[in-house]
């Protein structure tokens, strides 16, 4: 497995390579089964597996949130290596943003909602280093996980306008055996809140089995008190699967969506209810 730390290297690295297809997997560190089941899949349908480590300080509307974000480099590069990951690229920020080319991308709807309405700012971020990472590595698929399912949308509508060539390919969210979705964030977890942060699950779950199109506002409002009472949520929502929107038909793909705080960490949860 090459580590490389600097966009000359990297183009030097890929330049060797004669391989035909690249997947690539862009993380910010901290690796759980939830990284490594895209990883898996990458190297299922490409030859070339690359994986980046950057804490993207673009991407944080809260600054503690970003001095907090938890660093764990040798052992996620032992865990990549395990994996059969062909290249880790962990640049640095001077370097990265050096020769940014800026874009200017109307998102629609999709960043006004759920998260990109709590963190303004967020989903600029995050396409503003993915537009560098996709120009540098140019990949034939790029994964990302549901358990970000907005930004999984928000990238496939960015790729589709400015690099139609790059696949974006979704991975299920991977879940701890209580339910909680595996995330970074969940290290920072009092042993009584990681306890607690079951119920984030089964408020969903409980949302699907009670779904019922004409009632979705009763029981988005019955979910949030659920939350309540454990936690402090910032949203319960249902939305359709592909545009985000609330409205319309119920024949089609619904999801429900979960931000909410626990001593002070962030988390948040989405599933398909129908
Ligand atoms: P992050 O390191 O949190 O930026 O995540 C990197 C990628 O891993 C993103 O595409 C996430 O959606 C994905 N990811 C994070 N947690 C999970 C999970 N529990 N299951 C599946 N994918 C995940």
């Known amino acids: 497995m090459q580590i490389v730390n600097e966009i000359q290297e990297l183009n030097k690295a890929l330049a060797l390579i004669s391989k035909s297809s690249i997947g690539f997997v ?20 490409t030859n070339f597996t690359i994986v980046t480590i950057f804490i993207n300080p673009t991407q944080f509307t809260n600054k503690s949130d970003l001095e907090d974000y938890p660093v764990s480099l040798e052992q996620d ?9 062909d290249l880790v690229f962990c640049p640095n920020f001077q370097n990265l943003f050096l020769n940014e080319k800026m874009i200017d991308i109307s998102l629609e709807q999709l960043d006004k909602v759920l998260e990109g309405k709590e963190r303004k700012g967020h989903f600029e971020g995050v396409i503003r280093v993915l537009n560098i990472f996709f120009n540098l590595i140019n990949p034939s698929f790029a994964f990302f996980g549901e358990k970000d399912y907005q930004q999984y949308l928000i990238v496939k509508y960015f790729a589709n306008h400015f690099y139609p060539e790059i696949k974006i390919i979704p991975g299920p969210t991977q879940r701890e055996l209580s339910g909680l979705a595996m995330s970074s964030r969940n290290s ?56 985000l929107l609330n409205n319309g038909n119920q024949n089609r793909k619904w999801r429900a969506f979960a931000a909410t705080r626990l001593g002070g960490v962030r988390l948040i949860d989405n599933i398909a209810i129908n």
């Open 77 to 85: 590069l032992i865990m990549l290596n395990k994996e059969g990951v």
């Open 188 to 243: 920072r977890l009092s042993i009584n809140d990681f306890e607690k942060s079951k119920g984030i699950f089964k408020v969903l779950t409980f949302c699907k089995s009670n779904f019922e199109f004409n009632k979705r506002k009763e029981l988005e409002k019955t979910c949030f008190d659920m939350l309540s009472n454990f936690s402090i949520p910032e949203y319960f929502e249902i939305r359709h699967a592909d545009d």
């Open 26 to 45: 862009p993380t910010m560190g901290f690796l759980h089964q939830g990284h490594c089941s895209l990883i898996k899949a990458s190297k299922k349908k």
